[in-house]
């Protein structure tokens, strides 16, 4: 049953209901390439969690590659890589195969093969302007809580950059170690932002806190 009269009538899909930043990320079993997975599991790891639109394509085997280039930093940083499609394990296992055959690169990390569509719609990844039987390109951030820190969609069209992953995992952990935020362009070793004062007293402390300030609410420091 439609909820919105406007939705009946014109006949238009419901809008997929995403999982919301801030929140536990919705808990799932599935199989995978590396046997049955379960995101709990991860707890006390990050996890970068992908999806990707069909085994055996273009553009994805090019983003496999490159997921697996930076898989060892990931893993550096306290996270695990996992991939998912709507692919069967079998395919995926073919494809991971295929992948080492005949472009010289091991995918080290699972595939989830969720077939029903069932993680997928959770995540949000079945896009009805994309494709209703394939995922988007998506990237989810889960912590080491299992809360959902961050995400992003791509097109079918167009792979993801791959350092922007790196950068947006090493900008979370550094506001959870810090008690920071980022600016715009961040890199590791830049100065971060200081939270913005709550109180006359604290506006009045930055004074002497040795902050780079360009304003009484935005001020800077080196880690």
Known sequence: ???????????????????????PAPDFLADSTHGP????????????MFSHPADFT????????AFAEIADEL????????GLSVDSVSAHLAWVRAIKEKMGVEI???IIADLEMKV????G??????????????VFFIDDKGILRGMFYYPLTNGRYMPEIVRLLKAFQTTDAHGVATPANWQPGDKVVVPAPKTVAE??????AGLECRDWYLCFKSL
């Open 125 to 138: 990844m079945i896009q009805p302007g994309q494709s209703s039987t394939a995922a988007v390109r998506a």
């Open 37 to 48: 997975l379960r995101l709990s599991d991860y707890r006390g790891r990050w996890v970068v």
């Open 108 to 110: 080290p990390f699972p």
């Open 203 to 208: 506006m009045a402390a930055r004074d002497k």
């Open 75 to 82: 893993k550096s940083l306290n996270s695990e890589l996992i």
């Open 1 to 23: 049953m439609c909820d919105d009269l406007k939705d009946c009538c014109s006949g238009a899909a419901p809008a997929a209901t995403l999982p919301g930043l801030g929140q």
């Open 58 to 65: 273009p553009v994805c085997t090019t983003e496999f590659m």
């Open 120 to 123: 997928a719609k959770v995540y």
